[in-house]
């Protein structure tokens, strides 16, 4: 199993930017962050690549957030700008070997992270 911790998570105001990091003991054919807010379901927010470094994002980041990987250092990362209220959440990065399933679903993904806290105010 790939071993995966983030860091980065924090408090923000609105408008705001973070990045949050994942260091990563192997990099697999698809890397992802995920965030859960309390009693919501976990969601996908950005994927990658690694045969083609081709990304995904759900439409509600889409422009502000951008994922990319440093292959040399096997960090993933997820910059975060014009942060709002509603992205504070629990954020993981997560994992997989394999080539099917949508990106976007967590069942996809079998190696997880332990998540950091992002918080956004207004």
């Known amino acids: 199993q790939v071993q995966l911790v983030e860091s980065g998570g924090g408090s923000v105001q609105a408008g705001g930017s973070l990045r949050l990091s994942c260091a990563a003991s192997v990099f697999t054919y698809r890397m992802g962050w995920f965030r859960q807010a309390p009693g919501k379901r976990r969601e996908g927010v950005a994927c990658?690549?690694?045969?083609?470094?081709?990304?995904y994002y759900a439409d509600s980041v889409k422009g502000r957030f951008t994922i990319s990987q440093d292959n040399a250092k096997n960090t993933l990362y997820l910059q975060m700008n014009s942060l709002k209220p509603e992205d504070t959440a629990m954020y993981y990065c997560?994992?997989?070997?394999?080539?099917?399933?949508?990106?976007?679903?967590?069942?996809?993904?079998?190696?997880w992270g332990q998540g950091t806290q992002v918080t956004v105010s207004s």
């Open positions: 990658i690549t690694s045969d083609n470094g081709r990304t």
């Open positions: 997560a994992s997989t070997m394999a080539y099917g399933g949508f990106w976007y679903l967590p069942t996809t993904y079998d190696s």
